[in-house]
């Protein structure tokens, strides 16, 4: 089930779930640790979930995020409202884990973990491990995602991986210009 975000769910300006530079090796072990106090403090609901849209989780050394998804739901109030992932510097070789589940009485299927977050825009994932370019492609279906970083991991080395130069972003700024119709801009009433 996919929602879109709400202002009246929680603040779009809350500080994030900050878990930076805790050692932690395991998604698991963010049920035991306290997130970073920020200068704001977080709001809380009466069971004690975060109401936060925002994750940090930077600067670990996570391997996997087998359980990610599961331990959002205990944490944060809304969680399919994520809009924010920060998972720079761990040792994440792949994008998406999508980990096998075995149901009872039924075959294994499926379950995706960072693609759930329908809502995401930034995704931070410089500095870990992904090798292969077609980790990138299983973020085509996240369609609010608007920034991605990639940068210091082995993926660079790949043929037909490249970073966005100042190059690209001038080609791409005169497209614009060329290709998108500015706004009509209305005349007040006294500039006639």
Not at 15 to 29: A, L, N
Not at 149 to 170: A, C, F, M, Q, V
Request: proline share 8%; with cysteine; glycine share 4%.
């Amino acid at each position: 089930m996919c929602t879109r975000w709400s202002r009246s769910k929680s603040p779009i300006q809350a500080p994030p779930m900050d878990f930076s530079f805790r050692g932690i090796s395991f998604v698991q072990d963010l049920l035991t640790e306290e997130p970073r106090p920020g200068l704001k403090p977080i709001k809380q609901t009466g069971e004690g979930r975060l109401l936060t849209q925002a994750v940090r989780l930077n600067n670990n050394t996570l391997s996997d995020l087998t359980e990610f998804t599961d331990i959002m739901k205990k944490l944060l109030e809304h969680p399919e409202d994520i809009y924010w992932i920060d998972l720079s510097f761990n040792d994440l070789p792949i994008i998406d884990p999508q980990t096998l589940l075995e149901p009872p009485s039924s075959s294994p299927s499926c379950r995706q973990v960072l693609t759930t977050y329908y809502n995401l825009r930034t995704l931070n994932l410089h500095g870990n491990s992904i090798h292969e370019l077609s980790e990138v492609d299983k973020l085509a279906v996240l369609p609010h995602l608007r920034s991605l970083t990639l940068h210091g991991n082995p993926i660079e080395e790949e043929k037909g991986y490249s970073g966005i130069t100042k190059l690209d972003r001038s080609t791409a700024a005169v497209w614009r210009r060329m290709n998108i119709k500015p706004k009509k801009v209305r005349k007040r009433l006294s500039d006639y």
